[in-house]
Nanobody
Framework: QVQLMESGGGLVQSGGSLRLSCTAS????????LGWYRQAPGKEREGISC????????YYADSVKGRFTISRDGAYNTVYLEMNDLKTEDTAIYSC???????????????????WGQGTQVTVSS
């Protein structure tokens, strides 16, 4: 079993910034991917970003590219999602996810992550 602990959600004004973190613990593989999904009210869940432990490559959905940055602290099995220039449409529940590869997180993937975090609310006000 793998446990994912998230933190960092909250309320921010449009144009502001937030940083989310996700720490994996338990029986993690030597190489794995940690990513972020979000689900806004009335919308489907979408994979928005991922960090690959295999090759340090990253993935961003078009909706967040250029505004969000994912990074990793390998020593602590933690990934961070720095979210800048937040917009009201970024309001959603953000969930961390553990998968073998980032291809699982990419939009259009038919695969699902192996483990999920509990989710953290991000609300962007106008």
């Amino acid at each position: 079993q793998v446990q994912l602990m998230e933190s960092g959600g909250g309320l921010v004004q449009s144009g502001g910034s937030l940083r989310l973190s996700c720490t994996a613990s338990g029986r993690t593989l030597d190489y794995y991917a940690l990513g972020w999904y979000r689900q806004a009210p009335g919308k489907e869940r979408e994979g928005i970003s991922c960090f690959s432990g295999h090759d340090d490559n990253t993935y961003y959905a078009d909706s967040v590219k250029g505004r969000f940055t994912i990074s990793r602290d390998g020593a602590y099995n933690t990934v961070y999602l720095e979210m800048n220039d937040l917009k009201t449409e970024d309001t959603a529940i953000y969930s961390c996810a553990y998968a073998l590869h980032c291809s699982t997180v990419q939009i259009g993937s038919a695969l699902l992550p192996d483990y999920w975090g509990q989710g953290t609310q991000v609300t962007v006000s106008s």
